[in-house]
Every structure is written in structure tokens, then in C-alpha cells.
């Protein structure tokens, strides 16, 4: 069975957008991909580090929620991930934002995601891919983040081409 997954990118840590070209090329590898814009926007954590740059993957596969969870951590993994500080800076983070119509609560996994109606550099990329998107019944191009969002968009969807 095929899932409509939703994975989220992000990374502040040497050439990020290189960094996210290749973890979508990883993705690519385990389902039928669209991306969304690229985006930069501030840290969400400690301000003493650089912008982020974001943007959300669409993913078609057959994994189950936790291999899926498991992949992303491998990709993160072999792209040398690095994470100095809880909210600080990183090459590169993974979140699956979303997998199918699930609501998902096991000590590894939360879906969808903690967080994910109060953070534009997730909101806004995930209505380029589906502007009547909602989550837990809340259409998102509906929040108020929409119209206040603090995103630059640096690169229409042929970024990850």
C-alpha cells in the first residue's frame, strides 16, 4: 500500500542548500517525491545562529510509519548530521510531518508533528503542495501564521531538480 507521507527539511550548517538537494535525491529513493519552495526563515531556538533554510517533501511510499522514521534518520545520519544544541544550529533535520490520515503517539514517533500548526517554515511549504491541506480538521491556508509569516522564499520548486 501506498502512503501520502509528508517529510520536512531543514538545515543552517555548511551549504544547506546542497545539503537539502542531496537528502531529497535520498528520498527520491523511497517514493515518488514533489518538493515544495525553498524557503529561509530565523531560528526557531537560540538567535546567536544562522537562518535556516526549509522546505517539505511530499513522499508517496510504501514504508511503514517507523521504517520511514528509521530512513530519515539513516539519511540524516550519512549527510553527517550534526546537532550542536536542542533547537540549535544543524547540516540537516528530517521531521515527518505528516503520514497518511494517521494520528500516530509511540515514544519514537509523534504524527503528525509536535508543533507543526504554529511554525510557518512548515505551514507555508506545505500549502505549495496542497493549498486545502488540513491538519486534525484545521485547514491551514485558514492560520493566522499564513498572513504573518517571517519566510523568504529563495528558490521556486525546480530547486531540488
Known amino acids: 500500500m501506498i502512503n501520502k507521507t509528508y517529510v520536512g527539511l531543514g538545515s ?3 551549504d544547506s542548500k546542497q545539503i537539502l538537494r542531496e537528502a531529497v535525491e535520498q528520498l527520491r529513493k523511497l517514493g515518488k517525491v514533489s518538493v515544495s519552495k525553498l524557503y529561509q526563515s530565523p531560528p526557531m531556538g537560540p538567535q546567536d545562529q544562522p537562518n535556516y533554510h526549509n522546505a517539505v517533501v511530499e513522499l508517496h511510499t510504501h ?14 545520519n550519512e549527510s553527517g548530521r550534526v546537532r550542536l544544541r536542542r533547537w540549535g544550529e544543524r547540516t540537516l533535520d528530517l521531521d515527518l510531518l505528516l503520514y497518511a490520515e494517521k494520528n500516530i503517539i509511540n515514544e519514537r514517533l509523534t504524527v503528525p508533528h509536535v508543533g507543526i500548526l504554529e511554525r510557518d517554515f512548515v505551514v507555508i511549504p506545505l500549502l505549495d503542495l496542497d493549498a486545502e491541506l488540513q491538519v486534525n480538521g484545521q485547514l491551514l491556508q485558514n492560520l493566522e501564521l499564513v498572513s504573518h509569516s517571517t519566510l523568504t522564499v529563495l528558490a521556486d520548486q525546480a530547486w531540488a531538480d
Not at 71 to 76: A, D, K, N, P, S
Open 12 to 14: 543552517n550548517l555548511g
Open 63 to 76: 514504508l511503514a510509519p517507523l521504517d520511514l522514521l528509521d530512513e530519515l534518520q539513516r539519511i540524516e
